[in-house]
């Protein structure tokens, strides 16, 4: 079955940085074009950054990361990673992970909280 594991978030002061991590499974990764979601409180789903299926011949950001995160991924390991650097108190999100096509069930999302 399909499954999305996120990891890596927690509180941090502004300007810090985390590096989020999930593990994928129950399809074939890396067939796939990866993303990361935030969703803040009282706001919508985000779509943050996108990787290609390969690993780096494309990426994407939202405006308000660039400069700022980095997604990357590890197809022999099924994991795609989002570098968090210069954290911001906007930044403060619950992070997924998700197929950025055909889409499969959300997990549970990880916990950031960027906070002085």
């Known amino acids: 079955q399909v499954r999305l594991v996120e990891s890596g978030g927690g509180l941090v002061q502004p300007g810090g940085s985390l590096r989020l991590s999930c593990a994928a499974s129950g399809f074939i990764f890396s067939d796939y074009t990866m993303s990361w979601y935030r969703r803040a409180p009282g706001k919508e789903r985000e779509l943050v950054a996108t990787?290609?299926?390969?690993?780096?011949?494309?990426?994407n950001y939202v405006d308000s990361v660039k400069g700022r995160f980095t997604i990357s991924r590890d197809n022999g390991k099924n994991m795609v990673y989002l570098q968090m650097n210069s954290l911001k108190p906007e930044d403060t999100a619950v992070y997924y992970c998700n197929r950025r096509f055909l889409m499969v069930a959300w997990g549970q999302g990880t916990q950031v909280t960027v906070s002085s």
């Open positions: 990787i290609d299926s390969a690993g780096g011949t494309t990426t």
